[in-house]
């Protein structure tokens, strides 16, 4: 049964920072696409950036690009997201993704971690 679990949210003031985590288990990892997304109230889910374990280049949506990266901590087994210069309009609930198609839609993934929320105060 795979799994996906996300950690690390919070609170934080404009133009600070926070990592977020992404553990994946239960099928083979490698093969692949794990996405994070994004969901602030009343709004839709929003693609944030995703990555192919085997060819680990990270793809980001515009919104984020230059201030956000996805990376892997293989020392943790997990595939983290880092925060910078993060702005009020960043907040929202923060999830990770996993699946077979990838991309920055929703529809590209199968399986759901339940949220971590992200709060960004002016």
């Known amino acids: 049964q795979v799994q996906v679990v996300e950690s690390g949210g919070g609170s934080v003031q404009a133009g600070g920072s926070l990592r977020l985590s992404c553990a994946v288990t239960?099928?083979?990892?490698?093969?692949?696409?794990i996405g994070w997304f994004r969901q602030a109230p009343g709004k839709e889910r929003e693609g944030v950036g995703y990555?192919?374990?085997?060819?680990?280049?990270?793809y980001y949506a515009d919104s984020v690009q230059g201030r956000f990266t996805i990376s892997h901590d293989n020392a943790k087994g997990t595939l983290d997201l880092q925060m910078n210069s993060l702005k009020p309009e960043d907040t929202a609930m923060y999830f990770c993704?996993?699946?077979?198609?990838?991309?920055?839609?929703?529809?590209?993934?199968?399986?759901w971690g339940q949220g971590t929320q992200i709060t960004v105060s002016s």
């Open positions: 993704a996993a699946g077979s198609r990838g991309g920055l839609g929703a529809e590209g993934y199968t399986y």
């Open positions: 239960g099928f083979t990892y490698s093969n692949y696409y």
């Open positions: 990555i192919y374990r085997r060819f680990p280049r990270p």
